[in-house]
């Protein structure tokens, strides 16, 4: 017999959401602010934190030692650290750490917990999560202790640790992103003294290796979080997140919302149903479409337009499929499915690539707005090259990639595969179905099969290899070329276990373009691994497009000098820094 007890959170969110409806009159709705989506919440531990959804949460509940003004997201600003100083030719950093700040516990925040938190992320550094882009600069490699074994507690110890109150930072060589990567959520300060009663690494050198890559996604903190952020948790399940402000809040920005209640709603039409009638302040929406013809001038809907676009998203193509998967079918190129190195050969990649029809996706989903990319780099970035032609929407090349791959094998035997997008997101599910419109227009023989999943299922490290095509995307950590070109075309990098290209090329020019602070140089690098991923057809670009969402036109602390890209949530801004009528 199922248990017929409410949770804790499902109680919670209840009372809440009839809290706010019946006291709309009395102005009780604006201490509650309703977000709906499509994707659930894979984790609350900063440690792991590497995806908008959790990001979203994380970020509001867990605060870093700097952090964004407004809209800049090009300079830090002090937060967990009041100043910092840098020396020995930039290579040691020494952090002035605020004082009188509480965790949510009720702890006090130290030194001892920010260097508790680095050496966490150093230690764990779990394909899951951020922490190799922390661990490059710390550590001089991305990868952590069972993977690389140079790295040891002697060079974790050394790289992050406290001198009396003051925290010290100690790199193998020079970083210019460095101070930008600490503003990144993953880097969230964590309660020690908290995370370590309730189970997590006790912070010493004789269990360190005990929790090298150890999986944060379910941690104990995950379920229990502690930050220093204007939000603490209230409960969590599978359908509801519940954040209540926290009261000793150290900041002068008090949260002027007191509830916020994130709700998972898979169906695009509940959400825009609720948000109409008020019970939703934000929702997602479905894309810029959805939000023409059906939310803008609706009462009290309002829309922010023409915002700085800093993400890049394509589809990935895996050229080695690990096995176990269910996209390859038979395993075969007999019709009924394809082999797990199926996207090795170009001419299969260039084939999908030229299927795409950017110009169609940009009239019927972007409205017109936005222009293709020739790169996964956002063009408002430096390094992006706007000289070079990005790929073109054609069937008759497309045609001739497939009629040339596996040595015509593929045009006369056929294919079936089977590719993932995000369940809920209308507009990758769009983008799915142009492209198997056009590739199963090319060949009677051609079979795409599009297959909806859960976000959390789709970034899972244990999944990833298993998945024939992704269409992902990329929020920057910190606001520098490299977080982009690292991140997609690394044979290290983070989408690498769903390229399998290892380029060797490709990581010689990038391993020069993240060491030297030749602007010029970089430059010049970047227009080389553009060129070369462009002809060897790694990914199918997605094109540029301004963000625009939706919001309920009662909420005040939005606009476009607030808005700052660098922030996960939808609005671009803090919760702490809105406000309801």
Not at 58 to 85: D, F, H, R, S
Request: charged share 20%.
């Amino acid at each position: 017999m199922k248990n017929k007890t409410l949770s804790a959170v499902a109680l919670a969110t209840l009372s809440l959401t009839l809290a706010a409806c019946n006291n709309k009159q009395a102005g009780g709705a604006a201490s509650t602010l309703v977000i709906q989506q499509s994707a659930d919440i894979p984790t609350l531990d900063p440690g792991t934190t590497y995806d908008t959804s959790s990001g979203q949460v994380v970020e509001n509940m867990y605060e870093t030692l700097v952090g964004y003004q407004g809209n800049n997201i090009t300079e830090v600003v002090p937060v967990l650290a009041t100043e910092w100083q840098a020396s020995n030719g930039d290579r040691e950093y020494r952090f002035t750490l605020r004082e009188g700040v509480k965790f949510h516990s009720g702890n006090d925040f130290t030194c001892a917990d920010a260097e508790y938190t680095f050496r966490r992320n150093l230690v764990t550094n779990t394909a899951d999560s951020g922490n190799w882009f922390l661990s490059e600069s710390l550590l001089g490699t991305p990868s952590n202790a069972n993977d690389d074994k140079s790295v040891t507690w002697a060079k974790i110890s050394s790289a992050v640790k406290c001198d009396g109150k003051t925290l010290v930072f100690t790199l193998p060589a020079v970083d210019p992103a460095f101070l930008t990567k600490l503003a990144y959520i993953g880097q969230g300060i964590v309660d020690s003294k908290h995370a370590k009663e309730i189970g997590e690494w006790d912070g010493t050198e004789a269990t360190w290796k005990d929790a090298v890559g150890k999986d944060l996604m379910g941690s104990a903190l995950s379920k229990q979080p502690s930050g220093t952020g204007a939000y603490k948790l209230q409960g969590s399940d599978a359908n509801a997140t519940t954040l209540t402000a926290f009261d000793g809040y150290w900041g002068e920005d008090k949260p002027k919302i007191t509830n916020v209640i994130l709700q998972k709603v898979p169906e695009q039409a509940a959400r825009i149903q609720a948000f109409l009638k008020g019970d939703a302040d934000f929702i997602e929406e479905g894309g810029r479409p959805i939000i023409s013809a059906q939310l803008t001038g609706k009462p009290g809907v309002s829309v922010i337009d023409d915002l700085p676009n800093t993400t890049a998203s394509g589809f990935s193509m895996n050229q080695q499929i690990a096995a176990g998967s269910g996209a390859i079918g038979s395993g075969k190129l007999d019709g009924q499915g394809i082999p797990a190195d199926f996207f090795k050969d170009a001419d299969v990649r260039r084939g999908f690539v030229a299927s795409f029809d950017v110009p169609t996706y940009i009239d019927q989903v972007q409205e017109g707005k936005g222009a293709p990319r020739n790169f996964l780099l956002p063009d408002s970035f430096p390094g992006y090259d706007s000289n070079l032609e990005a790929a073109q929407f054609d069937p008759e090349l497309a045609k001739a990639a497939f009629q040339r791959a596996w040595g015509g094998q593929v045009w006369d035997k056929g294919f079936t595969v089977s590719i993932s997008y995000r369940a809920g997101s209308q507009t990758q599910q769009t983008a799915m179905e142009l492209l198997k419109k056009n590739v199963e227009a090319l060949n009677p023989k051609f079979r795409v099969n599009i297959v909806a999943k859960e976000w959390s299922e789709l970034i899972d490290s244990k999944n990833v290899p298993k998945e024939a095509m992704v269409l992902g995307g990329w929020a920057p950590d910190y606001a520098d070329a490299d977080n982009f070109v690292s991140t997609f075309y690394a044979s290290n990098g983070y989408y690498g276990p769903r390229l399998n290209a290892n380029d060797a090329q490709m990581d010689t020019w990038i391993k020069e373009a993240r060491s030297t602070t030749d602007v010029a140089r970089r430059d010049e690098l970047y227009a080389q691994i553009a060129k070369r991923a462009l002809d060897e057809a790694y990914y199918i670009v997605m094109p540029a497009s301004p963000t625009v969402f939706t919001y309920r036109d009662n909420i005040q602390g939005i606009s476009d000098a607030t808005f700052n890209p660098m922030i996960a949530f939808t609005s671009g801004t803090y919760w702490k820094n809105l406000s309801k009528e």
